[in-house]
């Protein structure tokens, strides 16, 4: 199973942190694709996004409708993971209140196996801001409440 684990479908007009983690996957893989250039993985899912997806699925020979389903996902992290290794990438963009998906329950996983008691439903609110900013102070980061690629560094 993929980390973080596959939380919603995304498609064309998707957007967030999820999204832009499966824009770093494809990047990671597309070594061996032709048909598109490297992503900015900036968490916006249009039709760059659409079409590297589609030759994902092409390659993989899997259905092939540009949509990253659980399946496409768990297939793209086991593509990317045997080529660069388990280590979980940042996803390239930060995550802070208001964002959703995998990324943030990974997050606040990560962060219960360090003592917080937070609610792993995928919704970055309050708590996990207060709990973020806990482990930044100390961690001797800046104490923002966002996920940024320094704290995604040290808790990863």
Same mark, same amino acid.
């Given at each position: 199973m993929a980390i973080p684990a596959y939380y919603s479908l995304l498609q064309r007009g998707s957007s967030g942190p999820d999204v832009a983690l499966v824009? &770093?996957?494809? *990047? !990671?893989?597309?070594?061996a694709?032709?048909?598109?250039?490297e992503l900015k993985a900036d968490g916006k899912f249009g039709i760059s &996004?659409? *079409?590297?997806?589609?030759?994902?699925?092409?390659? *993989?020979?899997m259905n092939v409708d540009g949509k990253v389903g659980a *399946?496409?996902?768990?297939? $793209?992290? &086991? +593509?990317?993971t045997a080529k660069h290794g388990l280590h979980v990438p940042y996803p390239g963009i930060? $995550? +802070?209140? !208001?964002s959703s998906g995998g990324t943030v329950r990974l997050v606040q996983q990560k962060l219960n196996s360090l003592g917080? /008691?937070?609610?792993?439903? !995928? +919704?970055? !609110?309050a708590a996990t801001a207060a709990a973020v900013? /806990?482990?930044q102070r100390r961690n001797g980061l800046t104490a923002d409440g966002a996920v940024g690629e320094g704290t995604w560094e040290k808790m990863f």
């Open positions: 824009q &770093t996957w494809l *990047n !990671g893989v597309r070594d694709c032709t048909w598109y250039g &996004t659409e *079409n590297a997806v589609k030759e994902f699925q092409l390659k *993989n020979k *399946n496409t996902w768990n297939v $793209l992290y &086991t +593509r990317y930060a $995550l +802070r209140s !208001g917080e /008691r937070l609610t792993a439903d !995928g +919704r970055f !609110g900013q /806990r482990f």
